[in-house]
């Protein structure tokens, strides 16, 4: 089991910044592929980024590419998503998501991930 908890979330004008964080316990987080999710408010949950158990390899939604930025810090069991120029259509619950692979790809679909954090409301606004 792993368990995962996001923080780091909160209100913040369009074009500010914010970053979360997703501290994981219970597993070898070095082993773990990570993700991030994002559901906003009557709308299925979507891809954000992911990145590689090394960090080697990192991937995201067209929606936030050159926005945002995941990284891992294996030594602390911590994965981030820094958040920048945010928009109010970027408002939503964001969750982080887990699962044990130590292969060179990034998954971007939710039934991929294993474990999941119980997320952070981000909203921006106007």
């Known amino acids: 089991q792993v368990q995962l908890v996001e923080s780091g979330g909160g209100l913040v004008q369009a074009g500010g910044s914010l970053r979360l964080s997703c501290a994981a316990s219970?597993?070898?987080?070095?082993?773990?592929?990570m993700g991030w999710f994002r559901q906003a408010p009557g709308k299925e949950r979507e891809f954000v980024a992911a990145i590689t158990w090394s960090g080697g390899g990192v991937y995201y939604a067209g929606s936030v590419k050159g926005r945002f930025t995941i990284s891992r810090d294996n030594a602390k069991n911590t994965v981030y998503l820094q958040m920048n120029s945010l928009k109010p259509e970027d408002t939503a619950v964001y969750y982080c998501?887990?699962?044990?692979?130590?292969?060179?790809?990034?998954?971007?679909?939710?039934?991929?991930?294993?474990?999941w954090g119980q997320g952070t409301q981000v909203t921006v606004s106007s």
């Open positions: 219970g597993r070898i987080f070095s082993n773990y592929v």
């Open positions: 998501a887990a699962d044990p692979n130590t292969s060179a790809d990034v998954l971007t679909t939710e039934y991929e991930y294993d474990y």
